[in-house]
C-alpha cells in the first residue's frame, strides 16, 4: 500500500510539474499534462479495483 501511495503522489506531482506554465512550454499545449493525468486515472482505477 505505500508504494502506490508514493506512486500516486509522485505522478501527481508529475501532472502538476507538466503544466504549460513557462514561456518555453505554453507551445506545447496541455499534451504532456494531459497523458500524466490520464496515467494517474488509470493508477487511481488500478488501485480501487485491487490490482495495486
Known sequence: M???TILIILLVLLLIGALPSWPYSS???YRPSGLLGLVLV???VLLL????
Open 2 to 4: 505505500a508504494l502506490s
Open 27 to 29: 507551445s506545447w499545449g
Open 42 to 44: 488509470i493508477v487511481l
Open 49 to 52: 479495483i485491487g490490482y495495486l
